[in-house]
């Protein structure tokens, strides 16, 4: 294992990353946050605390992935709670890492099923380069190149015992 970050340096990013974001906000009132769940709501949760922005939601994008089909009926779906509306809304979807890019390309699906907002962007923690669908974060606090068999391992609070990045062997 090696440590990226830890709870200090996630702090520092998160903070950064809320700054960029709100210095990208025309109209703040209209700021809205979405994290994927398990991680990404987290981190939208954290983001919104800086910016002291209230609404924030969470999605479960496990019926909008594309490879449901091989899941099937072992998949298990979790909450979607997003209350507030989102027409018009300057709304940021939140990840903890962006890798292939599915991920979010499920989130945004599962987004524009709730409305259409005036704009939609994508922030994450952990941006990695092997893209495999044209989705870029406008907002990526940290960018790594781990090899293609390591992977990168998220934890934050109070999700996971503690906060940290760190990149690890697959398997």
């Given at each position: 294992m090696r440590i990226i970050a830890d709870a200090i340096q996630i702090e520092r990013l998160i903070f950064d990353l809320a700054q960029r974001i709100a210095s990208d906000t025309?109209?703040?009132?209209?700021?809205?946050?979405?994290?994927?769940?398990?991680?990404?709501?987290?981190?939208?949760?954290?983001?919104?605390?800086?910016?002291?922005?209230?609404?924030?939601?969470?999605?479960?994008?496990?019926?909008?992935?594309?490879d449901l089909s091989e899941t099937g009926p072992a998949a298990r779906v979790g909450r979607t709670d997003i209350p507030f509306a989102i027409e018009g809304r300057d709304v940021v979807?939140?990840?903890?890492?962006?890798?292939?890019?599915?991920?979010?390309?499920?989130?945004?699906?599962?987004?524009?099923?709730?409305?259409?907002?005036?704009?939609?962007?994508?922030?994450?923690?952990?941006?990695?380069?092997?893209?495999?669908?044209p989705i870029h974060p406008e907002f990526a606090a940290l960018r790594v190149r781990?090899?293609?068999?390591?992977k990168v391992d998220v934890?934050?609070?109070?999700?996971?015992?503690?906060?940290r990045i760190s990149i690890n062997p697959r398997g």
């Open positions: 025309p109209i703040p009132e209209r700021l809205a946050f979405i994290g994927i769940r398990r991680r990404g709501d987290v981190l939208a949760t954290r983001l919104a605390k800086v910016l002291s922005v209230h609404d924030v939601g969470s999605i479960d994008i496990t019926l909008y992935r594309d979807l939140v990840d903890d890492v962006v890798m292939t890019g599915r991920s979010s390309l499920a989130g945004i699906r599962e987004i524009v099923d709730f409305g259409r907002p005036a704009r939609l962007r994508l922030a994450v923690l952990v941006e990695r380069p092997e893209r495999e669908l781990p090899g293609p068999e390591d934890r934050l609070l109070p999700q996971d015992d503690m906060d």
